[in-house]
């Protein structure tokens, strides 16, 4: 049973950059064919899909995020990552990681989520 | 981006009840749609991939239909363990976008 999980910091203040690490187990990325990516959710927006990367590089982002955002995986340590740049009040969110079939896929896996609130 | 509209909104059950809930895509998806429940403070869970294949551990009770642009999620028999939010979610073209969520929640 894969067990993803969610970590970084839970606090921002704007414009800073917001970095968060997905932690895998129970399974190696190293020899999953699969695409990790992150979504987000606030009570006024719902859910947004943020972005993923597959296990060969295919990368796609949302268009609205794609200036600031970016997925990396460390394959080696069973870890991705998000990074946003130039956080607002309007990134506060709870993030989740996701894997995937396909870079564009529906989630079939999540990690429960941590709250990231953007405050001065 | 394609805009997912779901109705109802909330919809108030009972046990033993059947439900069903629709998602309306703004333009033609094919297939390519998914279903999630979410409970308070847990992450989504799909249960529904590709308009109809239930995902692995969900009860056959959960069936999904529909093509093109308009779909739905049929719950029958209603259990307890089935108040949750639901979402529909197009993965036809990036970025995939979702519903804004039905609530089914106990009459």
Not at chain 2, 45 to 57: A, C, D, E, T
Request: net charge neutral; glycine share 10%.
């Amino acid at each position: 049973q894969l067990h993803l999980q969610e970590s970084g910091p839970g606090l921002l203040k704007p414009s800073e950059t917001l970095s968060l690490a997905c932690t895998v187990s129970g399974g190696s990325m190293r020899y999953s064919r699969s695409s990790w990516g992150w979504l987000r959710q606030t009570p006024g927006q719902g859910l947004t899909w943020i972005g993923a990367k597959s296990y060969d590089g295919l990368t796609e982002y949302h268009p609205s995020l794609k200036s600031r955002v970016a997925i990396s995986l460390d394959t080696f340590k069973n870890q991705f990552f998000l990074s946003l740049d130039a956080v607002t009040a309007a990134d506060t969110a709870v993030y989740y990681c996701s894997k995937s079939a396909e870079v564009n896929g529906g989630a079939e896996d999540w990690g429960p989520g941590i709250q990231v609130t953007v405050s001065s | 981006d394609i805009e997912m509209t779901q109705s109802p909104s909330s919809l108030p059950a009972s046990v033993g009840d059947s439900v069903t809930i629709s998602c309306r895509a703004s333009q033609s998806i094919g297939t390519n749609l998914n279903w999630y429940q979410q409970k308070p403070w847990t992450a989504p869970r799909m249960l529904i991939s590709s308009v109809s294949k239930l995902q692995s551990g969900v009860p056959s009770r959960f069936r999904g239909f529909g093509s093109g642009t308009d779909f739905s999620l049929a719950i029958t028999n209603l259990q307890p363990e089935d108040f949750a939010t639901y979402f529909c979610q197009q993965t036809d073209r990036v970025p995939p976008s979702f519903g804004q969520g039905t609530t089914v929640d106990v009459k």
